[in-house]
């Protein structure tokens, strides 16, 4: 008869080793996805402060638009969860992150909801590719792999624009192109953050004034919702 040995778990409270190269690297690419999620928050948070202290009334109008979305309460609960500003105050103020930086890394998934959201004729047109596929005459699973592999290189083309510095042309000697994200004109006048209840509209303020001409390329042609109602 044969017998099977299997080996037991390792004993809580051994070192189970060295973390190996892959780990090492793997974390430091993490910390860099930090990092650069860390400044695009504190960039948009300072934004933000700018348009409240700048033009209060229009502040005030964007938030009384957006603070009863369920988008936007979700994103408060997100917030507080993933304890954000702890993130973003903790340690120094991080280099500003430049406003084509932050759009750039936008337009993807922009405009992704923007075509799934966009109204359509009839239930044809929610199975992607079907014209297509009966144009051309080809068999639909074909065209879902193609366009799985498409996916794919997108939300890989996604991740190293969230992580990796733009380069920059041949004689820019801007602060970017020394390693350090580079500033808008103007942007080095933006004010501080402090922590406070205001940390999160600052951010939901500052995205609007960051993304919002990426926004309205997006716009519906019968033209902008209602005010909202007061409550």
Not at 57 to 76: H, I
Not at 109 to 126: F, K, N, R, T
Not at 149 to 165: E, H, I, M
Not at 166 to 182: L, V
Request: proline content about 13%.
């Amino acid at each position: 008869m044969t017998t099977t040995t299997t080996s037991s778990p390792p004993t809580p409270g051994t070192d189970p080793g060295p973390p190996t190269t892959t780990d090492e690297k793997a974390f430091a690419f993490l910390g860099q996805v930090n990092t650069c999620l860390r400044a695009c928050l504190c960039t948009l948070a300072r934004h933000g402060v700018a348009l409240r202290e700048r033009e209060p009334q229009r502040a005030q109008a964007l938030l009384a638009q957006v603070e009863c979305w369920p988008l936007y309460k979700g994103g408060q609960f997100l917030f507080d969860l993933m304890e954000w500003e702890d993130l973003m105050l903790d340690g120094d103020p991080p280099p500003l992150m430049s406003t084509e930086h932050i759009r750039a890394s936008c337009a993807l998934p922009v405009q992704w909801i923007a075509a799934g959201s966009a109204p359509g004729p009839g239930p044809a047109q929610l199975i992607p590719g079907r014209r297509v596929a009966t144009a051309l005459g080809l068999p639909l699973r074909m065209l879902t792999t193609v366009t799985r592999a498409a996916l794919t290189g997108a939300a890989q083309d996604l991740t190293d624009l969230l992580a990796t510095p733009f380069a920059q042309p041949a004689g820019d000697h801007s602060s970017e192109a020394d390693g350090e994200p580079r500033s808008d004109t103007g942007q080095e006048d933006l004010p501080t953050l402090e922590a406070g209840f205001y940390l999160y509209r600052d951010v939901v303020l500052g995205a609007l004034t960051v993304l919002g001409p990426l926004l309205a390329e997006h716009a519906p042609d019968n033209g902008p919702p209602p005010p909202p109602e007061p409550r």
